[in-house]
């Protein structure tokens, strides 16, 4: 069975975006997520619910059923300027990293590595293309430092050496 979904007025869609930021607030992200799409269908262009929508997938990393980063990061050319693409690549890119990281399966410190080190590129990026005094980017850059330097389980892939049919 498939319900026919209502649509959102253009007047709502303030009002809708507040609630995607209480929603988030709230740790339910999937609600976030579906209001974002109620407002793109309206208002296909609209950068807030764009980013809200981006937020609200990478807030769901964590979880059973979490959209891949590869399909949040598909959404990133959608935002119109270049300093936001790059640090909200960067968040992604960090967010899946926590994820990984929190998991602790073998391997997750790699991965978590290399997610981070990508996150950290485009925050430095970002800081590059940013306004001037919006350090954000810089900011973001930092906390993923500090988690790296924190976390010796946190690290790049160990090389692979010569196998037995070398």
Not at 131 to 154: F, K, P, V, Y
């Amino acid at each position: 069975m498939t319900f026919e979904l209502k649509k959102l007025s253009r007047a709502g869609i303030p009002g809708a975006l507040e609630k995607v930021e209480r929603y988030r607030l709230l740790n339910e992200p999937r609600a976030a997520e579906s209001i974002c799409r109620d407002i793109l269908e309206v208002d296909p262009d609209n950068q807030h619910a764009r980013i809200g929508l981006i937020l609200s997938l990478s807030d769901q990393f964590p979880s059973d059923g979490a959209p891949s980063p590869a399909d949040v990061l598909a959404l990133i050319p959608t935002l119109e300027k270049e300093s936001a693409r790059a640090y909200y690549a960067g968040i992604v890119h960090e967010r899946y990293a926590k994820a990984r990281f929190a998991g602790r399966h073998p391997g997750s410190g790699h991965v978590a590595y290399d997610a981070f080190r990508r996150a950290m590129e485009a925050y430095e990026r970002a800081q590059e293309l940013a306004d001037e005094g919006d350090e954000s980017a810089l900011l973001r850059w930092n906390t993923c430092a500090r988690l790296l330097d924190r976390h010796a389980s946190l690290g790049p892939a160990p090389e692979s050496g010569p196998t037995l049919l070398e």
